[in-house]
């Protein structure tokens, strides 16, 4: 079994134009993600990109790189493309890493394949960790997810989920870290699926596995990941401290 990061990324972000490219403490983003890729110790690692400006800088600090269309509407369809050209069996595994993560940490690799090792069942995994602030809770561009007692998520959502009534028990709030895990062969069959209502609603890829049928394991990990959404969030990134990161 190959295990491979594929990481998606493109130019022409709506929010933040050119972001894989953006400088932080001296190097690109890309380049912060790859390198985070890099310390998990997983061999093949490659930036999937419609731009040969991304594609460039990949290769111009010894990355690897693979150019796709610029049709695709999401980064799982530009994955999809990146692992069918790299020629990977079905049973292969593929970790799909944001390439707005600068921060990711390397210990989480191994986290998020974990279940897919050890469990038949489930057909692709993730990551969530403890929201520990208002602000998160409350921004619909910080998604939200709920668990069942086997750790699977029930549902992810923009809204602040599970809803608490006060006389009730205060829920742990999650946190969902957008990166995920699947077998080539699951990959394949998610992108055949045609987009749910769930899906359609929210505006997140990752309902429409559920609304599918199919089982997402979610690992709870301590640590925020910070994602670079917008300028602002770069910004925020430069003023943390080295025990922060």
């Not at 994955?79 to 940490?105: K, Y």
């Not at 205060?170 to 080539?184: N, Q």
């Amino acid at each position: 079994m190959r295990k491979v990061i594929i990481i998606p990324a493109r130019y022409g972000s709506t929010r933040f134009p050119g972001k894989p490219l953006a400088l932080l403490w001296g190097k690109t983003i890309i380049r912060h993600v790859y390198e985070r890729a890099l310390a998990s110790e997983i061999e093949e690692i490659y930036v999937a990109t419609d731009d040969e400006r991304i594609f460039n800088e990949v290769i111009s600090f010894g990355g690897k790189a693979i150019l796709t269309s610029k049709e695709h509407t999401c980064g799982t369809e530009r994955v999809a493309e990146a692992v069918n050209i790299l020629g990977l069996d079905e049973e292969d595994l593929i970790i799909n890493l944001q390439a707005d993560q600068p921060l990711f940490p390397s210990e989480y690799f191994s986290l998020l394949i974990k279940p897919l090792l050890f469990s038949s069942d489930i057909h692709m995994s993730t990551l969530a960790t403890p929201i520990k602030n208002l602000k998160d809770l409350e921004n619909p561009n910080r998604v939200k997810v709920v668990l069942d007692k086997e750790g699977r998520a029930l549902y992810f959502s923009r809204s602040s989920i599970p809803y608490f009534v006060p006389s009730g028990k205060e829920p742990l709030y999650l946190k969902h870290i957008g990166v995920y895990a699947y077998t080539k062969g699951f990959l394949d069959k998610f992108i055949s699926l045609p987009p749910g209502d769930l899906e359609a609603s929210e505006k997140l890829e990752q309902l429409r596995a559920l609304e599918y049928g199919y089982k997402i394991a979610v690992t709870v990990v301590p640590k925020e990941v910070p994602e670079v959404d917008t300028p602002e969030d770069l910004e925020y990134i430069k003023t943390l401290k080295e025990e922060e990161l």
